[in-house]
């Protein structure tokens, strides 16, 4: 059981917040998951845009065609090869829902630019930090400015699990959504299923997924 959602799990979770100042934390398998998960849990769906910077891993737009919304283009900066903000602004819509920024090889977006972007057309941000683990913007980890923020920890990134990804925010209530939505829908229950004081009945409340890291 120290395997499925165990202490070991639950305690990367508290460590990985304590280390990047983040208040709230979900592991999932992989980072690509992470960022679907936190669409799906933000109400992203069919009829909705979303902008991704042309220069990424192709995961930051496939997801976006998962869900079933329209995956929007947005066109980079030469020197940083981050998206362009004042292109992005061009893109919007009465559809657009969400952006999600890359940090390009560790070099953070401009994010005061683009929480101002968010604000102003009320959308949400979500930031695709798979190269961006201990990078900081303004003194600040990255991890700390949007809606949420995905990291990879995939065999080739800098904090490395082999697979392995995580969702963090400010707002408990995303993530709890995140991670309801990473194992099947279930409550709150399940996970203390294996816990002394745990029992084995539980809820599903709505469709989820298998996406939890082991």
Not at 4 to 14: A, D, L, P, S
Not at 30 to 53: M, S
Not at 90 to 111: E, F, Q, R, S, W
């Amino acid at each position: 059981t120290a395997f499925i959602r165990g202490k070991y799990v639950e305690k990367f979770e508290e460590e990985y917040a304590e280390a990047y100042g983040i208040k709230h934390v979900i592991t999932c398998s992989n980072g690509t998951d992470a960022i679907y998960i936190t669409l799906k849990a933000l109400g992203v769906g069919p009829g909705d845009e979303v902008i991704v910077p042309t220069w990424t891993f192709a995961a930051t737009a496939q997801v976006v065609d998962w869900i079933g919304a329209k995956v929007v283009l947005c066109d980079i900066e030469e020197d940083s090869l981050n998206i362009d903000v004042n292109e992005a602004e061009k893109l919007i819509t009465n559809k657009t829902k969400v952006i999600i920024p890359v940090h390009m090889a560790g070099y953070p977006c401009d994010m005061q630019k683009l929480s101002e972007l968010a604000k102003k057309y009320n959308l949400k941000i979500i930031e695709d930090a798979a190269h961006a683990i201990g990078t900081k913007y303004k003194d600040t980890k990255i991890g700390n400015f949007s809606d949420v923020t995905c990291f990879s920890f995939y065999a080739t990134k800098n904090l490395a699990m082999g697979e392995g990804g995580a969702a963090v925010s400010k707002d408990e209530s995303i993530i709890e959504k995140i991670r309801k939505l990473s194992y099947f829908g279930i409550n709150k229950e399940a996970f203390k299923r294996y816990e002394k004081s745990g029992r084995w009945f539980y809820d599903i409340e709505e469709l989820g997924y298998k996406s939890n890291l082991d």
